[in-house]
T-cell receptor
Framework: AQKITQTQPGMFVQEKEAVTLDCTYD???????LFWYKQPSSGEMIFLIY??????QNATEGRYSLNFQKARKSANLVISASQLGDSAMYFC???????????FGPGTRLSVLP | DSGVTQTPKHLITATGQRVTLRCSPR?????VYWYQQSLDQGLQFLIQ???????AKGNILERFSAQQFPDLHSELNLSSLELGDSALYFC???????????????FGPGTRLLVL
């Protein structure tokens, strides 16, 4: 069965510094997608970034990048130049093969300190 | 703003009651997904509809049901409510359903349900 692990329940980072949020996954499917979502205290789930299992390059979206290491089954989110507004819960999710649905990790709460 | 709308934003009701949560997907999206987020269970997939038909079922209780209408909006019905049903309920939509792993799901703002 597919599973997502996020081993950091909470993280602190100083404003303007970079931070890495860990995500490891378990699947036997050869094709899958990996996603990161942000959930601020207001509750909405905001899509940040996507990485396909066959993508050769790591995905980037503005200040977000995904450090994809397929052999290690890890898909860490890197946020550069942290801002106070980055304080939120961050969820890693996996979309397995055709016809199956997202599996979410337990989340990491990021706090950005001024 | 993801383009997915959910109503109501908040709902307070009593045990044993029945409620209906409504979701309108992004324009053009054919797939709708329902999720439950509670403190102890995390984010759990409930059910998926594609163009009016049920496509996949997750951890959905028999007391819960859903449907997707011809205009593609969806409703999640929760009946015989229990205290443990208190949670944040999300609807998400995706552009198409190849069902492939590249499909991004865009989430609505959620409905916060409190059962007293």
């Amino acid at each position: 069965a597919q599973k997502i692990t996020q081993t950091q329940p909470g993280m602190f980072v100083q404003e303007k510094e970079a931070v890495t949020l860990d995500c490891t996954y378990d699947t036997s499917d050869p094709s899958y997608g990996l996603f990161w979502y942000k959930q601020p205290s207001s509750g909405e789930m905001i899509f940040l970034i996507y990485q396909g299992s066959y993508d050769q390059q790591n995905a980037t979206e503005g200040r977000y990048s995904l450090n994809f290491q397929k052999a290690r089954k890890s898909a860490n989110l890197v946020i550069s130049a942290s801002q106070l507004g980055d304080s939120a819960m961050y969820f890693c999710a996996m979309s397995p093969a055709y016809g199956q649905n997202f599996v979410f990790g337990p989340g990491t709460r990021l706090s950005v300190l001024p | 703003d993801s383009g997915v709308t959910q109503t109501p934003k908040h709902l307070i009701t009593a045990t044993g009651q029945r409620v209906t949560l409504r979701c309108s997907p992004r324009s053009g999206d054919l797939s709708v997904y329902w999720y439950q987020q509670s403190l102890d269970q995390g984010l759990q997939f409930l059910i998926q509809y594609y163009n009016g038909e049920e496509r996949a079922k997750g951890n959905i209780l028999e007391r819960f049901s859903a449907q997707q209408f011809p205009d593609l909006h969806s409703e999640l019905n929760l009946s015989s409510l229990e205290l443990g049903d208190s949670a944040l309920y999300f609807c998400a939509s995706s552009p198409r359903t190849s069902g492939g792993p590249e499909e991004t799901q865009y989430f609505g703002p959620g409905t916060r349900l409190l059962v007293l």
